[in-house]
Nanobody, 117 residues
């Protein structure tokens, strides 16, 4: 299994970013998937989740601002995280994975998001 995240960067408060994640050896549509983040000195947390039926839920801290989605074409095997109205507290490394992460047993390199005030 290999997970590759991209799309992070440095933005200002209130701006948007769209993160992408592609997987090999793991088919997103068959499982619950999620975006996690880890800020410096903090534990990794799940911020957005989509189950195999397409239902989504979000951490309270990002609800209404973040949206997880995946390609309808299962062969593309890509998941996105649209992040709007970014805040400095959203600064973290972002990762995608199955939920729970033991479904894959691996983590990608993540993509860094920095939101300046």
């Amino acid at each position: 299994v290999r997970l590759v995240e991209s799309g992070g960067g440095l933005v200002q408060t209130g701006e948007s970013l769209r993160l992408s994640c592609t997987a090999s050896g793991f088919t997103f549509k068959d499982y619950a998937i999620g975006w996690f983040r880890q800020a410096p000195g903090k534990q990794r947390e799940l911020v957005a989740r989509m189950d195999s039926q397409g239902y989504t839920n979000y951490a309270d801290s990002v609800k209404g601002r973040f949206a997880i989605s995946r390609m309808r074409d299962a062969t593309k095997n890509t998941v996105w995280l649209q992040m709007n109205s970014l805040k400095p507290e959203d600064t973290a490394d972002y990762y995608c994975n199955g939920v729970p992460s033991t479904l894959t047993g691996v983590w990608g390199q993540g993509t860094q998001v920095t939101v300046s005030s």
